[in-house]
């Protein structure tokens, strides 16, 4: 009898444990972006998780303004490179569990221009504030990441 309840109550501890981490809002997975200027989608945005680093690729450009455009004035190896499969996002810890991520970089492939990256999940899960700076956070700008569905 001791054995049955002791399993039930490993069962219902177990599926409570589950329930809560299947629930916890993550910043893996695909996110639209936003242009700037014309305030329509331009992307979408992969984050993945390699070791405790985040990481970001631009898997779609939705409507770009010519075929296959690649990253000019970019850094490094990925000068010349097509945007669509370029990691624009690096280098990215967790800060806050399941709420902040800082202390990485993130690329501007129009502009070829690295920042300083900090994010940050909001309520709800489906929005990511994703603001690049140069030295100091006030100096910088935000964007709205939307999670694609």
Not at 24 to 30: A, F, H, L, N, R
Not at 62 to 78: F, L, R, V
Request: aromatic fraction near 8%.
């Amino acid at each position: 009898m001791e054995a049955r309840v002791n399993r039930i109550l490993f069962i219902l501890v177990l599926g409570i444990s589950l329930t809560s981490q299947a629930a916890t809002p993550s910043i893996i997975g695909q996110w639209r972006t936003i242009d700037d200027e014309t305030g329509k989608p331009s992307s979408i945005v992969d984050i993945f998780k390699v070791g405790s680093e985040y990481r970001g690729k631009v898997i779609q450009l939705i409507n770009p303004d010519e075929p296959n455009p690649t990253c000019h004035n970019c850094p490094g190896d990925k000068n010349g490179k097509p945007v669509v499969g370029l990691e624009i996002l690096w280098g990215m810890k967790e800060t806050k569990p399941n709420d902040e991520w800082a202390d990485g970089r993130i690329l501007d492939p129009r502009k070829g221009k690295t920042y300083k990256c900090r994010m940050r999940l909001m309520p709800g899960g489906n929005t990511l504030s994703v603001r690049g700076f140069i030295g100091f956070s006030l100096l910088g700008r935000s964007q709205n990441w939307y999670r694609a569905q």
